[in-house]
């Protein structure tokens, strides 16, 4: 009987494996990890609100903190991506990892989980239901497709997917031909599985790191969790910058003209 009872215990204190729904906006239904992602968007917004109302040619304080986070990540990407395409593209690379960041450390504070409407938690990490990830790779591929296709054209895609590498000229090139092509197809496979890729990496830690966290702070006391949410912020950041880091280098990939590499 103990033994069931602390089965019970375990199982009523884990985070459930969807969203739950906390109202309605009309017809709309509004979960908690979507409720989560309208909070994350609005301190994005005042943060960079507050760091541009008064701007002063020598940065100090805030907007001293996000032009240093802005320039680094430029430089990041230009590195990946090249002077030219940095400039096109900056813009969703340097948004995507300060979202996943914010939502992935804000989901680390003690009141998700513990606030409840109707015993349902109001709030939940963001990244730890599947729709928000899946909805960031969805985006991500539509704006890759586009990409591709103002830099390098139709032609150039095929090229890049099935092309015969290497500079290869002659009867080598047309005798390896067959085996480019089944590389290609390959090839396609894989740009198709980062759709499931690219959002299963980062549901799948946040969500387990959810879990940990809260099995943790119901069957552990004092101090000890802490070591955990330490951990917890490390794996925060590494996601949120292998998500932005790996869709960056699929772009440069096939954006970027073969002279270029």
Known sequence: MAAEAGAAHAVAHGIPLYAQEIGHLGQFPITNAMFVSWIVTGL?????????RRMQLVPVGWQNFVEFVIESLYDTLEGILGHHLVKKTFWFFATIFIFILTANWLGLFPIFGNVTYNGVPIFRAANSDLNMPFAMATVYFFLWLFWS???VGPLGMLNH???????????????LMPLFFVVGIIEL????????????RLYGNIFAGENLLEKMTHMVKLFLPLPFYALEILVGFVQALVFMLLTAVFTAMMCQHEEEH
Not at 44 to 51: D, E, K, N, S
């Open 44 to 52: 994005i917004v005042l943060g960079a609100w507050a760091a541009t």
């Open 149 to 151: 296709l103002r830099e």
């Open 161 to 175: 997917i099935f092309g015969v590498k290497g500079g290869l000229e002659g009867g080598l090139k047309w005798g």
């Open 189 to 200: 496979i894989s740009i198709l599985f980062r759709q499931v890729s690219l959002p299963l």
